[in-house]
Nanobody, 123 residues
Framework: QVQLVESGGGLVQLGGSLRLSCAAS????????MGWYRQAPGKERELVAR??????????DYPDSVKGRFTISRDNAKNTVYLQMNSLKPEDTAVYYC??????????????WGQGTQVTVSS
């Protein structure tokens, strides 16, 4: 059974940094794209960052709201994706969810979600 487990959330002050980690475990054949989403109270879940591997190169995408402040990376050997968040703002406060397109053994590609980790930025 494939699962994603996040860690690294917490409380940080305005302008601070946090690093989130998400490890995929279980019977995994391959992982395509991996990413992070967030959901603030009363708002829809939104994409924060996404990364996909193209051969030896990783391609990352960010919305304008986090571009230049957040960096996504992945360690394919560990089936882990990271989100480095710098210059945090109160509007970054949300539950952050890990997301990955994984092909399990046996099976076909499907999207998996982590359980979420709370990030709170105080002013």
């Amino acid at each position: 059974q494939v699962q994603l487990v996040e860690s690294g959330g917490g409380l940080v002050q305005l302008g601070g940094s946090l690093r989130l980690s998400c490890a995929a475990s279980g019977s995994i054949s391959s992982i395509n794209s991996m990413g992070w989403y967030r959901q603030a109270p009363g708002k829809e879940r939104e994409l924060v960052a996404r990364i996909r591997s193209g051969g030896s190169t990783n391609y990352a995408d960010y919305p304008d709201s986090v571009k230049g402040r957040f960096t996504i990376s992945r360690d394919n050997a560990k089936n882990t994706v990271y989100l480095q968040m710098n210059s945090l703002k109160p509007e970054d406060t949300a539950v952050y969810y890990c997301n990955a397109d994984i092909r399990p053994v046996p099976g076909y590609y499907r999207t998996y979600w982590g359980q979420g980790t709370q990030v709170t930025v105080s002013s």
